[in-house]
């Protein structure tokens, strides 16, 4: 019903840039909220950054200062992530909510994309 495809992910040194795009396709009405959430080994999936579809951003404090989220148009979203840490290593998943064709809500996430920064 709704796929979100992810490109972007790779290896960096630290201190190295990635840009992270999401695309939404299917069976849309309407997209309410696009964002970013990552998940280490080991460790629980955590929110990065989201936009709503007024252009709200919301970043987790990890993010702040280094992670800006952005939408090319009403079904992508990008990120770009600037000076990043090891620490920032992770799976990052393309997480995306509004309403189907038919009127029903939903929430996808997309199959994720690694981001791999070396020390």
């Known amino acids: 019903q709704v796929q979100l495809v992810e490109s972007g992910g790779g290896l960096v040194q630290a201190g190295g840039s990635l840009r992270l795009s999401c695309a939404a396709s299917g069976s849309i009405r309407s997209i309410n909220y696009m964002g970013w959430y990552r998940q280490a080994p080991g460790k629980q999936r955590d929110l990065v950054a989201t936009?709503?579809?007024?252009?709200?951003t919301s970043y987790a404090d990890s993010a702040k200062g280094r992670i800006t989220i952005s939408r090319a148009n009403v079904k992508t979203v990008s990120q770009q992530m600037n000076s990043l840490k090891p620490e920032d290593t992770a799976v990052y998943y393309c997480?995306?909510?509004?309403?189907?064709?038919?009127?029903?809500?939903?929430?996808?996430w997309g199959q994720g994309t690694q981001v791999a920064v070396s020390s």
């Open positions: 997480n995306a909510g509004g309403t189907l064709a038919w009127g029903a809500a939903y929430e996808y």
């Open positions: 936009v709503n579809s007024g252009g709200t």
